[in-house]
Each structure stands twice: as structure tokens, then as C-alpha cells.
């Protein structure tokens, strides 16, 4: 059997393919998927924070890879405010709060406060105190939970 190809519907093929990857470019940085995205960040941020926070508790005495898992929560700290553009409060399932867009400057210092407190724990990470490191984890813990409590719903 001989197929012939059909010009028309190649053409047409195309134009449905072009249309798609034109599709995919505009859904970029649409609220429902910067949703998405900062929520993977938050969930990065709390697997290093709680496997810290064990360290912290005396549970487990591993520290190993600590200076790397504070960077990264350093790291994200900056990220935060870009995280929550105008328009991002719905679209998907999201718990931020009008008050991130409705008192920018406090929501941008709790990011900020992160940032400080990750800083440090970069810093007691590479030192020796052990005592020193946990007091700074904790200081880190309170300053995700300081801004939740006031830009996070539930
Ligand atoms: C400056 C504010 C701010 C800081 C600092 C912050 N968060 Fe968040 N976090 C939020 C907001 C707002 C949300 C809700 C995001 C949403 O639902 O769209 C959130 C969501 C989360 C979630 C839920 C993610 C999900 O899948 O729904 C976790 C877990 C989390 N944060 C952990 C942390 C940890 C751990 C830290 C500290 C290392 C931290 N956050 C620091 C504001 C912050």
C-alpha cells in the first residue's frame, strides 16, 4: 500500500503543533503555576528545616550537608517576595493571605528576617558550638513561623 502525503493536513499539523508550544509559552508564570512553583520552594525550605530541627531536638546527631541546607533556605529567603506577584491569590489552591499584597513592606521584612536568620545559620554551621548551631535552627524556625502566622491562612 502507498500513503500520499497530504499537504493540507501537514500544514494543518504544524499550525495545531505552533498553536501548542504557543499555549505552553503563555501559560508561563500564570498564577496557578507560580502557585505551584513557590509552594515546591516552601516544601524544599521545611524538608531542610525539619531535618535540622531534629538535629535541634537532640534526636538524631547528624549535621553533615548543614551549611548547604541553610544556603538553600538562604537562597529561597530571597526568592520570596518575586514569589507573590500582584494577581497570585488565586488561580489554585492557595493559603496566602490578602495582607502579603496589602502590607508589602512587612511581608517583604519577614522574607528579609529569613534571610538574616538563615544567614547566621550558614555561619553556626560551619563553626564547632553545637549549642550555638541549635539556638540559631531555632532562631531560623521562628522566622518561617513569624511570617506564616501572619501571611499564611490556617
Ligand atoms: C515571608 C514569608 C514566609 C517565610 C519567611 C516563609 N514562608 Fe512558608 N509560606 C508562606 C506563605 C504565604 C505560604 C502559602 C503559599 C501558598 O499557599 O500559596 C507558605 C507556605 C509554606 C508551606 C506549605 C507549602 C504547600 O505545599 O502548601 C510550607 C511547608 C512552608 N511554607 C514552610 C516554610 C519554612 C520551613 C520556612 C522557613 C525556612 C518558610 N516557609 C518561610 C510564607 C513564608
Not at 73 to 89: K, T
Amino acid at each position: 500500500m502507498k500513503y500520499r502525503v497530504n499537504k493540507t493536513a501537514m500544514i494543518a499539523g504544524l499550525a495545531i503543533c505552533l498553536t501548542g508550544v504557543a499555549g505552553l509559552v503563555q501559560a508561563a508564570d500564570e498564577p496557578a503555576n507560580v502557585i505551584k512553583y513557590r509552594k515546591s520552594l516552601m516544601t524544599a525550605n521545611t524538608s531542610h528545616m525539619g531535618a535540622m530541627g531534629e538535629f535541634a531536638k537532640g534526636t538524631v546527631t547528624f549535621k553533615g550537608g548543614f551549611v548547604e541546607f541553610a544556603t538553600a533556605i538562604n537562597a529561597i529567603s530571597m526568592q520570596i517576595p518575586a514569589l507573590f506577584p500582584a494577581g497570585s491569590n488565586t488561580g489554585a489552591e492557595t493559603r496566602a493571605k490578602p495582607e502579603i499584597w496589602s502590607k508589602r513592606d512587612d511581608f517583604v521584612a519577614a522574607a528579609k528576617k529569613l534571610e538574616t536568620e538563615s544567614a547566621k545559620l550558614i555561619v553556626a554551621a560551619k563553626g564547632t558550638d553545637e549549642n550555638a548551631l541549635k539556638a540559631q535552627i531555632t532562631a531560623t524556625q521562628q522566622a518561617c513561623g513569624g511570617c506564616h502566622e501572619t501571611f499564611r491562612s490556617r
